[in-house]
């Protein structure tokens, strides 16, 4: 009896299960038909109780997000070789065949599939996407996902030009333009008694407690929904009618997200596979890893290990603490931010990345689970820097930039064998004396608690003494980061894909806004006039051109290696793993269960 079958039993009646349409056959061990292969079932650590909206629109969590990946369709979708978007792709739930841009670089024309269709058997239209658009525009209306915003600056308006054509307007030239598009979530209009005339007076409102909130009958993707016990798990069945499957049909007959809050006990019921223990593990902590890998190499577990998007950097406060400014004036001017006493100055910047070991912090803080980072860009992204070396680990070239820069080690040794505390005798920005001293921040999370007592210990060796401190993330961030009066701190990014070029959130001088509610993310008070001219252009070459936006990332990261506006770290690696009798699992970076649709669960 198949997996599925056997866990949708607990609990629920086997005449309600054969009511519902799931039909029992034998598996062909070699090669299973539609729906005979097995049920993925996958651990969720996270919590499910409160899963949130199944109406992709108005989920606002991971738990719903993960749900939703496997039901509904995609206007446009990531190919998993290049994390970038492609025409020519199977298996992803894409609707689109081509897009066209206009002359300007402001209107995106999409062309879709027309081979594409609901579960109720309507075909998916350019009004299925209109309606989606439409929704996010009436976002307040509809209790709207903030992930789902259509910024004035990004898509302004969208148009049907035929049953499968759908064109979309920019403000402005801009080539991360598929990603807005691809963030517009394409929904049953049919179902929902939208139509594109009656627009004027459809009641919006009735997206929030819309009966798809919480049981969707019609979706679009690899997977149909089933049923939900909140707490225990989400069942989703197959859709052997499936438009888009990798081979000839979907192949796995359910997808079950089973709730198991300890990440820890997650792991204990993958490897021990008993009935309805989960059979794939997607994403866990790095506290598991280790254990998952053992069972990699002695019982025949399925793990893969890569770079992910998310990324830890010592950000180092370069402006004045006593007064923080907002990066421009209303008119865009750029205004002077002062200097920190301590790292204003760039030869101290690189010299404290001189001074610390990442391979220690990884090895230490993260089990070895990490992947250093040269400079400012994930070691996965399309825009890598391929000749970019990491500034070497050297104690020896620490200590002479910190003499050049008039740090001297002067004072009592902070370790046995290390240097003098170092005392500012002619530095540039503090005063005459000035012991190098300052509180070193962290939220203590991710390992990044242990990062900063390394740190610490490193930076001893060469006479600067940093005072690890442990803040909860909203004290970090509103009441130091925020408003700019700390030194340095220990946090970290999690990067979108495809990973975009343009850093300006992080390193722009208008995103330097300081403030405890309402902040910007460039904290360091960072300012480069050549990088503001990268910013700005980066996204809006013509054409797109990609080897253009390539070497003009290229140079971004030469500039930040060079002036160091944070101290790189690591980007944390990402893990998915598989039991031994699940045949088909061939994860991408990032991407653990593309192909989803063709894995089989043996007996």
Known sequence: MKNLYRFITVGIALMMVASLGLVITAQEEDTPGPGEGGAVIRGNERGSANLGSLIPIRCSGVDCSDVNGVMWPSLIALDPATQSYSTDLEGAGQLATNWEVSEDGTVYTVT?????????GEPITAEDVFFGYRAAVNGDEIGLSSSYTLAPQ????????DDFTISFELEAPDCD???????????????FGYTVDGDDGYDWSQFIDHPFDTEPTVTAGPFNFFRTDPGTAVFLEDNTEWW????????????????????????????????????????????VFQTLREAAANEGFQYYQSPGRVWHYLALNIADPTNPQNGVDEDGNP??????PLFGDVL???AIQHGINIDEIIAGAQNGDATPMVSSTIPTAFTIHPELERRAFDYDAARALLDEAGWVAEGDPLVDGGDGLRVCRGCAFAEEGTEFVFDLLNPGSSGREDVAVIIQDQLAQIG??????????????????????????????????PFDPNQNSFFGAENDIFGSETYGFNF???????????WDTINRVEGCDEATRIALAHEAQEIMWDEQPYVWLYALDSVYAAAPNVQGFAPFPNLGQWNIDQWIVTE
Do not use: C, K
């Open 348 to 350: 101290v910047r690189q």
């Open 154 to 161: 990004n898509l302004i308006s969208a148009e049907i030009v």
């Open 177 to 191: 333009a598929l990603r807005y598009i691809s963030n517009v979530v394409v929904l049953p209009a049919h179902a």
């Open 244 to 287: 888009d499957p990798t081979g000839e049909y979907v192949i796995p007959e359910g997808w079950v997200y089973i709730d198991i809050p300890d990440q820890n006990v997650l792991v204990e019921r993958f490897l021990a596979q008993g009935e309805n223990d989960p059979n794939f593990v997607f994403e866990p902590g790095p506290a």
């Open 112 to 120: 879709m599939r027309e081979d594409a269709f609901w579960t109720d």
């Open 464 to 497: 600067i003494q940093a005072n690890a401190q442990v803040l909860d993330f909203n004290t970090l961030y509103a009441d130091n980061m925020g408003v700019q009066t700390y030194d340095a701190a220990v946090a970290g990014w999690r990067g979108g894909l």
């Open 335 to 340: 205004i002077d931010q002062g200097n920190h």
């Open 524 to 534: 360091t008070s960072y300012y480069n006039e050549r990088l503001e001219e990268i």
